[in-house]
């Protein structure tokens, strides 16, 4: 893969991507993916959506492809520079997936979804460096365990449960407005039961 997410997350409530840090009784401490590399808290409450776990949907319903493998696809298409932002419209970013995924189902990827997805992308490529295939898989290995230790702790009294959204299509709620769609911050919902991923 091209570029390491696996402490990468969208926040529900922050706009942006962040890096995770480290877990505290709070939330979670996280640093911008941004020139500021400011340092925050994302409080407990807030959903945190990992990229390494997001999946876009296709047309096989037993099929999903990880955003991982989407950023590959599009880091050989189109290298940094997308031609498509958030703002694009409608058949330029239906356009720009089918181009990177041919058979996207165009029933649950909505359009709020490739516009975070491109949004995601700007960020990611501006901020994180590209790693030939072999470098990015040693970096995978020696960071899994740290993305899963800074999960957010949940209230006191509830069942703990991990974070494990699926899909830029259909699993990222479509309600969202306009405004959270242009910041490029997501809010993911769980995976159905039984859904098998393409991983």
């Known amino acids: 893969m091209p570029y390491n997410l696996q402490e990468v997350?969208?926040?529900?409530?922050?706009?942006?991507?962040?890096?995770?840090?480290?877990?505290?009784?709070?939330?979670?401490?996280?640093?911008?993916?941004?020139?500021?590399?400011?340092?925050?808290m994302a409080p407990a409450r807030n959903k945190v959506s990992l990229l390494a776990d997001i999946s876009i949907y296709t047309?096989?319903?037993?099929?999903?492809?990880?955003?991982?493998?989407?950023?590959?696809?599009?880091?050989?298409?189109?290298?940094?520079?997308?031609?498509?932002?958030?703002?694009?419209?409608?058949?330029?970013?239906?356009?720009?997936?089918?181009?990177?995924?041919?058979?996207y189902d165009r029933d649950r990827v909505y359009l709020s979804d490739i516009k975070k997805l491109a949004s995601w992308y700007g960020i990611v490529s501006k901020h994180l460096p590209y790693q030939a295939a072999d470098a990015a898989t040693e970096t995978t290995a020696t960071h899994e365990a740290s993305a899963e230790e800074v999960e957010a702790p949940k209230a006191k009294g509830k069942a703990q449960k991990?974070?494990?959204?699926?899909?830029t299509g259909g699993e990222i709620t479509s309600t969202a407005d306009a405004d959270a769609d242009a910041a490029g911050n997501p809010e993911a919902t769980t995976p159905k039961k039984g859904k098998k991923k393409a991983e």
């Open 162 to 167: 991990a974070a494990e959204p699926v899909s």
């Open 59 to 103: 047309e096989d319903p037993d099929v999903t492809v990880p955003l991982t493998e989407v950023f590959e696809r599009i880091y050989q298409q189109h290298g940094t520079n997308l031609t498509v932002t958030n703002k694009s419209s409608e058949d330029e970013l239906s356009g720009f997936l089918a181009g990177v995924i041919p058979d």
């Open 9 to 40: 997350a969208a926040i529900s409530g922050m706009p942006g991507l962040f890096r995770l840090l480290r877990a505290a009784r709070q939330g979670v401490l996280v640093e911008s993916l941004d020139e500021r590399k400011s340092r925050s």
